[in-house]
């Protein structure tokens, strides 16, 4: 298996005192190259579970294993090291950086993991989502269909083993929905990238290789209903 | 992608607040450069100007630094007068005898050394009579040797040169006695060309003009001392002018045994004539101490050294001068400074989204704070250059004036010690004032910003 996950509790502090349980999942598997789709309610954890896998929070409780690597072993800069070398992150709202132009966005992709910084395969992968003619071209001057393909060039930019996606096309129209799941899919499959893709829309998880719904794996959601 | 271009991009995208800052900066910094390379200017001057050749400068007893601002700088009043006796005491018996038998005087000063002789060691003593002005240059009466002997520029080995003309003779057949140089800037100032006459006015610049009219023999090229604004007349030119004969003592009626040449006025006699000052240098400056102590000695002169005295003056006047301009320059860069806290913190709110993206790709939190430092320092070195370039700029460009009215030639390149501190204070602030924003880069939440 790529990500293994075992026992997994993660808690907020409430605004009135006490601990909230976000997440409880006793396991959770991805094998490599597996295209998985995560579906659930407003609210029910599927962000907070991507921010578990991506190490940028911690659990309270269990194991997240990637590739053999248990991240709870690991210090924060281990985590940003493993992350910047190993996990890939298309967020819904695109989140490129208004400052730099689509083909820097790709390169800062590659920019912080150890050996990754390429700037040959961010010119290869800005080709690939088809803007190599918009590589010069800040985030406000392209489509937001073109933000988000610069933002899946940039989130395969760090050969990452597993490619998290929370809700991609939420905010294309869908037309560009379409190839922007295309382009993630046989991106992710050229690539033999794990895909974890958070969404709402049944039509996208029937194309991708399998469909969890959170409710099934966290018994806290089993709890509060 | 390096640190540098992230934090040049995130410089440019907030082009104008990152303007105004450096630009702010930029004005602080060139500001505090001036004011220090305009202190340079003036501290070089004194020193430089004090450096005309003299070791020692021998007046009246009384204010050593009074002595030497009247007798190198034509600044401020003469204290008293000399008797010309003063000046023969570092003349060789030939040299006295010569006197006496051209001027008139006591037979006695003819038989041997003067008491200072030895100790000039073949070095010079040059007399200096002031007191009267041409405009409002000041007047100065001496010999031939003042512009044979004296030497200026940085390593007091550069000749007195004339731009046109030549120096003035103790006598000339055309003008007799009554010869003048002048100063590059006098010459300039007051239209004056070589064979003009020139009438000096008395005691001050408004004084009765004198009706001795002295012929512009010379015209000096600019030396950047003081020299370049005084006029030099032939100091037996300078006897014959009306009320500059001292009465002779009661007995001391002279006559010279050589006759003075037909057709000019009678040189003064020796106990007639009377000298501001001297300006000495000993051949072996190791006497200059003992020369200055036996005079001291006599308790009515005094000799100094002039080096030393506006040694004293920029420890008593320039040095806290110099404190109070290193205290605003500190004010200034700390102004500065909290100028580029104030514009990076602000623009904090608007980056957090940025830095969170920045973690999720993988950059450590370390990482995110020294890329805010690194806009920081950039904020400060651009600013600090500009201010730099700005203020050498003006510099520049007033270079001309600032030659014509202190002598002192400086270009764009010219600077002052205290300069090259300004930019590494500025650098160290900075990176101070950017400490705070940085902290707020290291604590950035990363998921509540990566769903704001």
């Known amino acids: 298996m790529l990500l293994e996950i075992k026992d997994l509790v993660k808690t907020f502090d409430q605004p009135g005192g006490g601990r909230l349980t976000v997440l409880d999942v006793p396991e959770f598997l991805i094998d490599q190259g597996q295209q998985m789709a995560l579906i659930g309610t407003s609210g029910g954890g599927k962000t907070t579970l991507l921010h578990l896998i991506a190490g940028l929070l911690t659990a309270d409780n269990g194991s997240i294993r990637i590739a053999g690597t248990d991240l709870m072993r690991l210090s924060e800069q281990g985590r940003d090291r493993f992350r910047a070398a190993c996990v890939g992150y298309v967020f819904q709202t695109f989140n490129l950086l208004p400052a730099f132009t689509a083909i820097e966005n790709v390169r800062l992709g590659m920019t912080f993991g150890p050996g990754t910084y390429d700037p040959r395969r961010a010119d290869e992968l800005l080709a690939k989502v088809g803007l190599a003619d918009r590589a010069d071209y800040k985030p406000a001057q392209l489509s937001v269909g073109q933000q988000q393909r610069v933002a899946i060039a940039r989130a395969l930019a760090g050969r990452p083993k597993v490619l998290l996606a929370d809700e991609p096309t939420a905010n294309v129209d869908p037309n560009s929905a379409a190839s922007v799941l295309e382009l993630i899919r046989a991106s992710c499959r050229d690539e033999n990238i794990a895909l974890l893709m958070v969404t709402h829309s049944m039509d996208i998880a029937d194309q991708l290789d399998s469909t969890v719904r959170l409710e099934d794996i966290n018994r806290a959601l089993a709890t509060s209903c | ?452």
């Not at chain 2, 001392?225 to 100091?235: H, S, Y």
């Not at chain 2, 250059?385 to 001309?400: E, R």
């Not at chain 2, 880069?441 to 990566?450: F, I, Q």
């Open chain 2, 1 to 452: 992608m390096s640190l540098l271009r992230i934090a040049w991009r995130n410089f440019r995208h907030r082009s104008l607040s990152s303007f105004l800052t450096t630009l702010s900066l930029a004005l602080g910094v060139g500001l505090v450069v001036l004011v220090l390379s305009i202190y340079g200017i003036i501290s070089e001057a004194f020193v430089r100007n004090a450096s005309v050749g003299p070791n020692l400068v021998v007046g009246a007893a009384g204010d050593g630094l009074q002595l030497t601002l009247n007798s190198i700088f034509y600044l401020s009043q003469p204290i008293e007068n000399l008797d010309y006796t003063d000046y023969m005491d570092f003349m060789s018996e030939q040299q006295r005898s010569d006197q006496v038998e051209r001027y008139g005087g006591d037979p006695a000063l003819a038989e041997e050394d003067g008491r200072y002789y030895a100790l000039l060691g073949g070095g010079y003593a040059i007399p200096l009579a002031l007191g009267d002005y041409f405009g409002s240059f000041r007047l100065v009466g001496t010999t031939p040797d003042f512009f044979e002997k004296l030497r200026h520029g940085p390593m007091v080995d550069q000749e007195f040169t004339m731009r046109e003309g030549r120096a003035f003779e103790t006598f000339n057949d055309e003008h007799g006695y009554f010869e003048a140089v002048l100063g590059s800037r006098v010459a300039s100032v007051m239209d004056v060309r070589v064979g003009d006459v020139i009438n000096p006015t008395h005691g001050n610049p408004e004084g009765k003009l004198h009706s001795e009219g002295f012929t512009v023999v010379g015209i000096l090229d600019p030396t950047g001392t003081p020299n370049d604004r005084a006029a030099f007349i032939n100091l037996e030119g300078f006897y014959l002018m009306e009320g500059h004969a001292r009465p002779a003592p009661e007995g001391q009626n002279y006559e010279p045994t050589i006759p003075p040449p037909a057709d000019w006025p009678k040189p003064l006699t020796i106990p007639e004539r009377e000298i501001t000052a001297l300006l000495i240098r000993n051949g072996n400056l190791m006497f200059a101490p003992i020369m200055s102590n036996m005079i001291k000695e006599t308790k009515t002169r005094q000799a100094v050294a002039p080096i030393g005295e506006i040694n004293k003056l920029m420890s008593v006047i320039v040095g806290p001068l110099l404190t109070a301009l290193m205290v605003i320059t500190l004010l200034t860069c700390i102004v500065a400074a909290v100028g580029v806290l104030v514009a990076i913190y602000n623009s904090m709110n608007d980056r957090r989204k940025d830095i969170a993206v920045m973690r999720a790709l993988g950059a450590r939190r370390g990482t995110v704070t020294s890329v805010i430092l690194i806009e920081s320092l950039l904020i400060a070195v651009i600013g600090g250059v500009m201010g730099w370039l700005g203020a050498h700029l003006a510099i520049w460009i007033a270079s001309g004036a600032i030659e014509e009215q202190t002598g002192i030639q400086v270009g764009f390149w010219s600077t002052s010690f205290y300069e090259w501190l300004v930019l590494p204070l500025v650098v160290a602030l900075a990176l101070l004032a950017g400490l705070l924003p940085a902290l707020s880069a290291y604590r950035t939440d990363v998921g509540s910003n990566l769903s704001a």
